[in-house]
Each structure stands twice: as C-alpha cells, then as structure tokens.
C-alpha cells in the first residue's frame, strides 16, 4: 500500500460482535462509520498465530478461479490502522471479550 501521511480518516460508530464460538482466528466481526457518510460493515477481526489481532476485509472469491475480490478495503497502509486501530480498541473494550481472553490464554 502507498503511503499517505495527511490521510484525515474519521472512524466512529464502532461496533463489534463476537463470533458464537471465538475460535483462535476468527473472533468476531466490526462495523463502523467513516468521516459521518460511509457504513462499513462485516470487517472479520482475527487472531494471527503470533497472538496479533488484526482486521480484514470481506472478499467474494469466483468459484471457478478462486480469484478474490474485496467488497472494499483500506487503499493505504494508514487508512487500514487508523481501522484496525479503532476496530481492535473497541474489541478489548468488551466486556465479554475480557472475559474470553481470562478463560482462553493463547501464550
């Protein structure tokens, strides 16, 4: 992704659902507002082995050629953190999340 220091994105509305039984990589899904105009929706928020929450974005692969195309998705490195940055913080500001990271140690 090209890089674009005066990226000026505004993430609000941050909602996230917990998977019905969080597995090591999926933990859930996000939605969120972008500068008060634009919903995004279904961000999958997943659990690398390094233990690293991130965030991706929903794709569609065609059947015949499993080639993958995004339904939308962050065009530079900042705009993508600025996302998974507001995404994750809500993420662990749950409750229910802090309960399941007290009962699943993933060391």
Known sequence: MENHPDCN?????????????????????????????????????????????????????QPDTNKEYFYFKALTYEAAMILQTAIIGELISLEQYQVLERGTRHD
């Open 9 to 61: 994105l505004k993430v609000s509305e941050v909602r996230v659902r917990l998977a019905k039984d969080p597995k090591k990589t999926l933990i859930g899904w996000a939605s969120c507002v972008i500068n008060d105009c634009l919903y995004l929706n279904n961000i999958a928020i997943r659990r690398l082995n390094d233990n690293r929450l991130v965030i991706s974005f929903p794709i569609r692969k």
